[in-house]
C-alpha cells in the first residue's frame, strides 16, 4: 500500500478542495490516441485507455470527474484500494442511501455481511441485510430496537 501510495502521490497533487464537473457540463475527454498515461507513459496502442478512470471514486457518489490520463492496467492497479475502501466503508454507503433511486450493494470479506436492495412491492424498494455468522446485529422484539455490532475482520481495520 505504501509504494502505491508514493507512486499515486508522485504524479498527484493533494488538493484540499475538488470539485468534478455536473452531468449537464461532463467534459468532453481527449480521443484515445492523444492520451499518456501519467504513472507508466504508456501511450496508445502499447497500452488502452477503455475504462472510464473517476478522479474521485464512485464511492463516494457519483461524479463525472474523468481523468484523461490513466491507462486501464494502471487504473486496475490502484482500483484495488477501492475494494479495500469499500469494505472500510461497509455498510455506510448502502445506509446512507436509504430513500435513493440507486442503493449501492456491499459484500463483506468472506461474504459473511452483505447489503442489496430489493424491490419488496411494485416501486417500493427496501434494503436486505444478510449476516451469515448473526454477530453485528442484536434486535429486541420486545422494544423493536436493533443495535448494529462492531465487528472486526482480517481484512478490515473498522467494524461495519
Ligand atoms: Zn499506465
Redesign the pocket.
Known sequence: MQKKWKIFTSVYEIQKLYLPPEANEKPKRKHRTDMS?R??G?VMPQ?SFRSDPHVISKLFEMNYGISDF??D??NNYFSAEESHMAHFLGLKRPLDSIGQDKVPSFVSPGKVLTAKMFEVFPGQKAIEISDLQQQNFKFDPLSGKTDILCCHSKNSSRGI
Open positions: 498515461c504513472f507508466c504508456g497500452v490513466e491507462c492496467i494502471c
